[in-house]
């Protein structure tokens, strides 16, 4: 398994975790990374994804709220919000993924992870969230 793809599964199983336990939770997912992955390489990268995608709720769940039409934030299933969560994340703050991919993760994530239905469902949310930060990023320029 590509170990990007191995840290995204971690953060978004650290996001569940973290959704229910709250942040008093951080210290110990160190040892839930190193239990779960060999690779230094994907235990940092999960770090830092799961606290990169903490520290930015607000700014994540915002634009999954107005992409998720007649969804409230509270009724999405867990797995699903955190993969959304990750997924928005690396759109709007991780330059170094292309959108594209992102979404692809956040797809295969919900096809291992969620319901029948949390592809499709993930899928129309996330291109909903792209087409809004792309159409804010032409304003932006345009200014």
């Known amino acids: 398994m590509d170990p990007r793809t191995k840290a995204r599964q971690l953060t978004m199983q650290a996001l569940c975790q973290l959704d229910v336990q709250g942040e008093g939770l951080f210290p110990e997912l160190n040892d839930f990374f190193k239990e779960n992955a060999p690779d230094d390489t994907v235990r940092k990268l999960a770090a830092e994804w799961t606290k990169g995608t903490w520290s930015n709720l607000p700014a994540c769940d915002e634009p999954i709220s ?3 039409i007649k969804w409230k934030l509270s009724r999405i299933s867990m797995v699903d919000k955190s ?3 990750l997924a928005v994340y690396q759109l709007k703050f991780c330059p170094d993924i292309p959108p594209k991919v992102a979404i692809n ?6 096809k291992t992870f969620g319901s029948d239905k949390s592809p499709s469902f993930v899928n129309g949310v996330l291109d ?3 087409k809004k930060l792309q159409s804010d990023k032409q304003v932006e320029v345009k200014q």
């Open 105 to 110: 993760e956040a797809i295969e994530l919900a």
């Open 66 to 68: 107005s992409a998720a």
């Open 83 to 85: 993969i959304l969560r």
């Open 128 to 130: 909903g969230v792209l």
